[in-house]
């Protein structure tokens, strides 16, 4: 029955069979297929396979290259190359290309430009952060109400009055 230890060293076999494990990994793999009897099957069918494979090896013969030379150089000398052209955009990155200075300066100015575009105005941050004061004011008529909005920071004051009545009629 496999234990955990087979799992662990069933994929290291191959290597301890062929001597290409580390002095370590090699000591452990030899201490469990002596008490395992499943991996020693295992490592004694890899063996045997590693015979056999050897004892296979069919001598392979070189390619017979004395055609394919003269071929390649017919179809250099035949063919002709297509024009090199430069890209559009390498006659803007030429004189910055051998010049890191330049290029750092560029990319500083143009951070800082993209900072002063998108930094907040202080005008923005006013009229966003201005806190404003709603009041409701009560009226002697009960069918109207009057609400009225103040803003302390710009001095603006807006009164609604509101006649729910009158509104019924216009509808």
């Known amino acids: 029955m496999p234990t955990l230890g087979c799992l662990w060293n069933r994929r290291r076999l191959e290597g301890f069979v062929d001597s290409a494990l580390g002095s370590r990994a090699e000591r452990m793999t030899a201490g469990h297929v002596s008490g395992c009897a499943s991996c020693r099957i295992e490592m004694e069918r890899l063996r045997r396979l590693r015979v056999l494979i050897r004892s296979a090896h069919a001598e ?12 390649v150089r017919t179809r250099i000398a035949r063919e002709t ?73 710009d001095d603006v004051t807006v009164i609604w009055v509101f006649n729910p009545a009158e509104q019924d009629e216009q509808s």
């Open 60 to 71: 392979v013969t070189d390619p017979d290259w004395s055609g394919f030379w003269p071929s």
């Open 81 to 153: 190359p297509n024009p090199v052209r430069e890209a559009w955009w390498l006659p803007f990155w030429k004189p910055v290309w051998g010049h890191p200075r330049v290029a750092f300066g560029g990319v500083a100015v143009s951070t800082l430009a993209a900072a002063l575009v998108l930094w907040p105005s202080p005008q923005a941050t006013k009229a966003v952060t201005a806190p404003v004061q709603v009041q409701d004011v009560s009226t002697a008529d009960p069918n109207r109400s009057v609400m009225v909005y103040s803003s302390p920071d």
